[in-house]
């Protein structure tokens, strides 16, 4: 028998295998397909301090290998999120992170103390990094010293996990990693969405409402690796890897990238089964490889 | 309960230059019930396809196990589809979004314009099954665009409006003598197409005190109520295409 149990700091996953904010709603539009408490993870929808209806239509252009979104974190709210959503959600025998985003310091931080009352969720996911919103998130993941304020903010007020996502939307995301666990952070994730654009050609107008959007799926996969492999070098804290993971081989070169985990995010909407495939895949892998554990693939890269 | 489930392409006929019916094999399971209205996303496995493609239920066969898609190519999606040989596999994500419901009156009318016209055959033979019977209007650019009118007629009275007059009342469908007349002889619209013509309709439909429930054919991506791409503003705000539509009574969209 493998183990693929994986510890990031005070969080214990069953498996390496969680899904990424934003492509998995609050895990219950895919409870027909998968078994969610078979996953190593769930991270929920962003979710701001106030609702937010996000952006207009168009929100979505398929690209080749991937899609751009707009979606602009149209969200109930942290206090509906408490009220009406979690109640649902908090039966999952899984661990339910929730993605937090805001526009100021403040917001981030009234945001990340609700849910630190939360019994059932054991960590945030501190979404500094959201291409799809004016002011606040993107603002705040591409300079070191905003990023740096939102974490040490939050840091206060949260004793649980906190991971913080990174854009990779930046010169140097190594240095903002750094930035990160120096504030506090007990894991960093990567990557968000990477900026981009669609035109339709026919009618001489962009595709999204808001012309620019955020590409995912599996067309970001090597400028996601390598940035996994940049950060995986330079922090101590634990690393979770995402952007266009398939499958389970595009899981586990991010593990030997240096992730300790991986999220999956787009190809869920390709494929609603492709977390169950992606952790019987790494299994395999490990049996084949002879090795026994998933720890062993971390940072395993013979370069 | 939404399904993933591995279809048997047993037929695929094309109907005009870009408008093909492909026919579906269920496998060892029963289908599932399936409301008019309602949709698949269908996997292509195709360079250039890389998100699945949301097709309307055009028609079932409960007996034989078997689903109808009406796929109009418009990208290399569809036509990735409509090139697959027989006995391709084809996988589809379903039964998807809320459908059309019945309606409190047997005066009916069903309006398609472009690929639109899918969702209505199923919609007509759900409607006769339940003792209505179903009237189409249906609009295109030229008589070459018309599609499967036979299988429509054996449902009911089928009205035709093209563009260019080569079939029926030339101009849109909402010049066809039947929308002309002070009081309409109808009182539910159905329809699915081009949001400008359904905008038009639904503009008929308040004028005239009547109910019309309209199809959206917004882009998304996956299918089931997690992304949020696939939106539209509603009196309640933004609503997902996708799982509170595709079907909409018009009055509550914000047209
Ligand atoms: C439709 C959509 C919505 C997203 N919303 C969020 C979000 O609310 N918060 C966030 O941190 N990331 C969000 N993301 C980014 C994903 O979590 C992930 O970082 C990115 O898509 C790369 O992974 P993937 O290629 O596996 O999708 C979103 C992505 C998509 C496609």
């Known amino acids: 028998m493998v183990d693929l149990k994986v510890k990031l700091g005070s969080l214990e996953l069953q498996n390496p295998v969680m899904t990424a904010s934003g492509t998995y709603g609050y895990g219950e539009e895919y409870e027909d397909f998968v078994d969610i408490n078979r996953l190593g993870g ?17 929100r979505m252009a398929e690209t080749p290998m991937g899609m751009l979104n707009a979606v602009g974190l149209q969200n109930v709210g942290v206090d509906r999120f408490i009220s009406e959503i979690y109640p649902r959600i908090k039966k999952y025998r899984t661990n339910i992170l929730v993605n937090v985003s805001g526009s100021t310091v403040e917001e981030y931080v009234e945001t990340a103390a609700k849910i630190n009352a939360l019994d059932h969720i054991p960590g945030i996911e501190l979404n500094i990094s959201c ?17 740096i304020a939102v974490t040490a903010a939050v840091r206060e007020v949260y004793n649980k996990h906190m991971m913080v996502k990174l854009s990779p939307n930046v010169t140097n995301i190594a240095e903002i990693a750094l930035g990160v666990e120096s504030a506090g952070a007990d894991s960093v994730s990567l990557i968000n969405t990477l900026l981009g654009m669609a035109i339709d050609v026919e009618q001489r107008r962009p595709v999204l409402s808001t012309i620019t959007g955020g590409l995912s799926g599996a067309a970001v996969k090597p400028v996601a690796l390598r940035m996994v492999w940049q950060v995986a070098q330079a922090v101590k804290i634990p690393v979770v890897g995402m952007g266009g993971i398939s499958n389970a081989e595009d899981a586990i070169a991010f593990m030997l990238a240096g992730a300790s985990a991986v999220q999956i995010g787009t190809a869920n909407f390709i494929d609603p089964k492709v977390t169950e495939k992606v952790i019987a895949g790494i299994e395999d892998y490990l049996v084949r490889h002879n090795m ?6 971390k940072g395993a890269l013979q370069a | 309960m939404k ?13 005009t230059d870009d408008f093909v019916v492909l026919t579906l094999q269920g496998g060892a399971e029963p289908l599932p019930e399936l409301q008019p209205g309602q949709f698949a996303e269908v996997r292509v496995d195709a360079p250039g396809a890389y998100l699945r493609r949301p097709l309307s239920i055009h028609d079932v066969d409960y007996d034989k196990q078997q689903i109808k898609l009406l796929v109009q190519e418009v990208g290399t999606g569809t036509r990735a589809l409509t090139a697959l040989a027989l006995g391709s596999t084809i996988n589809m994500l379903y039964p998807l979004g809320k459908g059309y419901s019945l309606p409190d009156s047997k005066r009916v009318l069903l309006v398609g314009g472009g690929c639109g016209v899918a969702p209505l055959l199923f919609l007509g033979r759900y ?26 007629r054996e449902l009911g009275e089928v009205m035709v409006t093209t563009e260019d007059g080569s079939a029926g009342t030339k101009g849109y469908v909402i010049h066809h003598p039947v929308m002309k007349t002070e009081t309409p002889d109808f009182d539910w619209i159905y329809t699915c197409g081009p949001e400008a013509m359904m905008r038009i309709l639904a503009k008929y439909a308040n004028k005239h005190g009547l109910s019309c429930q309209v199809s959206l054919e917004n882009h998304m991506a996956c299918g089931i109520g997690a992304c949020l791409c696939c939106i539209t503003p509603t009196k309640d705000g933004h609503k997902c295409t996708c799982t509170d539509g595709p079907v909409f009574d018009s009055k509550y969209l914000q047209w």
């Open chain 1, 292 to 297: 026994t554990s998933v720890a062993e693939l």
């Open chain 2, 127 to 152: 409607l006769k099954k339940n003792g209505i019977t179903p009237r189409f209007l249906i609009g295109t650019r030229t008589a070459a665009g018309l599609v499967r009118l036979d299988a429509y």
């Open chain 1, 131 to 147: 291409p799809n919103v004016k002011e606040g998130g993107m603002a705040f993941g591409t300079s070191c010293p905003s990023t």
């Open chain 1, 42 to 58: 769930i991270v929920v929808k962003g979710t701001t301090l106030h609702p937010r209806q996000g952006n207009d239509y168009p």
């Open chain 2, 3 to 15: 399904y993933l489930h591995d279809f048997t392409l047993v037929n695929s006929e094309r109907q």
